[in-house]
């Protein structure tokens, strides 16, 4: 099991939730919502996930709401130090993101996008037609957007607490989906396509649903990521996406964040759920 200070963890996830009581945007939202919320930033801030998607409540004015939650949890903690607000401006969505593990990221695949066939950073593209293919990698279509985001203001060598929320390019939603999906750290990325006559999502596709729970001793239980690959794409590559493959893929990512967070005390693990469904539409 990995070991890393719970009660660290407990302590920042108060201090978001302290602070985002303070915000009067967001004192509204329900404590049911803002928990996982909480628990979610914390998790990006700590460098144990790349990004968050912020869909657990929304906000009429995210440009300004969240950029003032990142100063303010960045005068509050130095462990906040890297925390930044994304925000796609096509789907309205909102990305809380550890800009050095982005970074990190998007430095690899603009430098060497071959780097997408190593296990540690291997993303696989899934066209959504009928049936679903894999196909080849848009990251041609999104150096431009990586470079951007690679050149944001770092707040630590400026010293300027007015981090805003900077605008992913804007780019058409066959790209966006996509890039989220890099940004959230999937291995499946899904990428829709252009059609006369759209359909829900993957309606009625078999879906082999993963999902990435962190499980601390301190007796939290969170499920900080979960994603879906269809049944039969997992099934024609079973060498890079059968559901053993992709669990221990994630299982060592994950716990090897875990091991660079060593504490004494308390400890956490991560663990990694995997299921058959079938659903009406995936929302992606």
Do not use: W
């Not at 144990?48 to 005068?75: H, M, W």
């Not at 997408?116 to 679903?132: I, K, Y």
């Not at 990251?139 to 990586?146: G, K, N, R």
């Not at 985001?149 to 780019?171: A, F, K, N």
């Amino acid at each position: 099991m990995s070991h890393f200070s719970s009660s660290k963890f407990d302590a920042l996830s108060r201090t978001v939730y302290d602070i985002v009581r303070g915000i009067p945007a967001l004192r509204k939202v329900s404590k049911h919502r803002l928990d996982p919320f909480c628990l979610d930033v914390s998790i990006v801030a700590l460098a144990i996930r790349t990004g968050y998607l912020v869909d657990a409540f929304c906000v009429s004015n995210p440009l300004e709401v969240f950029p003032s939650l990142v100063q303010a949890l960045f005068k509050a903690s130095d462990s906040f130090k890297d925390l930044r607000h994304l925000y796609d401006p096509q789907s309205d969505q909102s990305f809380f993101v550890n800009i050095s593990l982005l970074r990190e990221r998007f430095q690899t695949l603009c430098n060497d996008p071959l780097s997408l066939d190593m296990d540690d950073q291997r993303v696989e593209f899934v066209a959504l037609t009928d049936p679903p293919t894999l196909v080849s990698s848009p990251l041609p279509h999104l150096a431009s957007t990586m470079k951007g985001v690679l050149q944001l203001p770092d707040i630590m060598t400026s010293h300027s607490l007015s981090q805003r929320g900077q605008d992913l390019s804007p780019l058409d939603f066959t790209l966006t989906i996509p890039l989220a999906a890099i940004v959230l750290e999937y291995p499946i990325a899904y990428v829709p396509m252009h059609t006369p006559h759209p359909t829900p999502f993957l309606s009625g596709v078999p879906l082999d649903v993963y999902e990435v729970t962190l499980s601390l001793s301190s007796g939290v239980r969170h499920v900080m990521m979960k994603f879906s690959c269809p049944a039969s794409v997992g099934m024609d590559y079973p060498e890079r996406l059968s559901s053993d493959r992709l669990k221990e893929r994630l299982r060592e990512r994950f716990r090897a964040r875990l091991e660079a967070m060593v504490g004494g005390g308390n400890g956490g693990d991560v663990e990694i759920g995997h299921r058959v469904e079938v659903l009406d539409r995936v929302a992606l």
